[in-house]
């Protein structure tokens, strides 16, 4: 049996040049568009990963705790592939969220708590019926799935590569990618801590350290923590350059302003989710322009 570490991607999602980039952000910016997934989003990439590896070895559940993308993600995959998921939900999940991973027929638990209580759900479920653990921190096929995204932008030599950053999954990979290409650009992790619009960064878990760290560290790269205003004046701008992102994914750009860039650095700002999946949110932060 071929192993999931041999797998190829079956895609390679769009970099698109954004213009005007120079004048707003003082460089060279270009968007990698992970909005074209099938669920909308990067997470697509781990859950790939994760389905190679459940066949290989004979798992028929996953579990995973998720503010929303996750869950959307692994349910699809399961549901596309006839396996399994158990969804753990903290109880501030974006309902829009929850509507569409209904879609899929996982089963779900929401629990008091929030995310962290979710996660410590996952790890019990684990141990007691022994399913795969999807969640981040503990999944490496995740990483894999993310390091394809690097190994698709590492051809173009950028010098600064920002990711929106929660458990750091995406960033982690994405450096592993760029590592394995001989790349290394500065790797820039944008955070929202505080944030009430994009719950897919809210409270920076950062559930991958302490590897977070060292792709920062070897990188020279650093941490950057963007306000819900920022996200705003970002999602509009990226909407207006036929980019329809989430205010989570808008977290990228925003992050560009507080951090040192030269003219002819070329800055690729990863977009990981689609903002298609939330009418509502995208409507109200559109119109208050």
Same mark, same amino acid.
């Given at each position: ?8 991607? %079956? ?7 954004? #213009? ?7 460089a060279?910016?270009?968007?990698? %568009?992970?909005?074209?997934?099938p ?24 579990? *995973?705790?998720?503010? $929303? ?6 349910? &699809?995959?399961?549901?596309? +592939?006839?396996?399994?998921?158990? /969804?753990?939900?903290?109880? +501030? ?8 991973i ?32 999807? +969640?981040?921190?503990? *999944? ?5 799935g +993310?390091?394809? /995204?690097?190994?698709e932008?590492?051809?173009f030599s950028?010098?600064?590569?920002? *990711? ?13 990618g ?5 790349i290394?650009?500065?790797m ?6 505080f ?9 920076s878990?950062? %559930? ?7 792709? #920062? ?7 950057? =923590?963007?306000?819900?205003?920022? #996200?705003?004046?970002?999602? /509009?701008? %990226?909407? =207006?350059? $036929? /980019?329809l992102?989430?205010?989570?994914? &808008? ?16 800055v690729? *700002?990863?977009i990981?989710?689609? $903002? ?14």
């Amino acid at each position: 049996m071929i192993s999931y570490k041999q797998q190829e991607p %079956l895609w390679d999602t769009p970099l698109v040049k954004i #213009l005007g980039g120079r004048e707003r952000y003082g460089a060279n910016v270009f968007a990698k %568009l992970e909005t074209v997934n099938p669920t909308g989003t990067h997470k697509d990439r781990g859950s790939a990963m994760i389905v190679l590896e459940m066949i290989e070895k004979g798992y028929e559940t996953a579990v *995973c705790a998720s503010s $929303g993308n996750a869950a959307l993600s692994l349910s &699809a995959f399961m549901y596309m +592939n006839g396996l399994k998921a158990k /969804i753990f939900l903290g109880d +501030n999940v974006n309902q829009e969220k929850l509507d569409l991973i209904r879609v899929f027929k996982p089963e779900i638990e929401v629990v008091e708590g929030g995310y962290a209580a979710a996660v410590r759900k996952v790890l019990e479920a684990v141990e007691k019926h022994g399913y795969y653990n999807a +969640n981040a921190g503990y *999944c490496q096929a995740k990483i894999l799935g +993310n390091a394809y /995204i690097g190994r698709e932008i590492a051809p173009f030599s950028p010098d600064v590569v920002v *990711c929106p950053m929660n458990n750091g999954t995406h960033l982690v990979g994405v450096w592993e990618g760029l590592k394995g290409a001989e790349i290394s650009p500065r790797m820039i992790a944008s955070t929202a801590q505080f944030t009430k619009i994009a719950s897919s960064i809210y409270g920076s878990y950062q %559930l991958e350290e302490p590897k977070i760290s060292t792709a #920062l560290k070897d990188s020279g790269g650093q941490f950057v =923590s963007v306000s819900d205003k920022e #996200l705003v004046e970002e999602t /509009i701008f %990226l909407s =207006s350059q $036929g /980019i329809l992102a989430e205010p989570a994914s &808008a977290a990228s750009t925003a992050a560009l302003k507080h951090i040192d860039l030269k003219e002819d650095d070329a800055v690729i *700002c990863i977009i990981t989710g689609n $903002g298609l999946k939330f009418p509502k949110q995208m409507r109200s932060l559109l119109h208050s322009k």
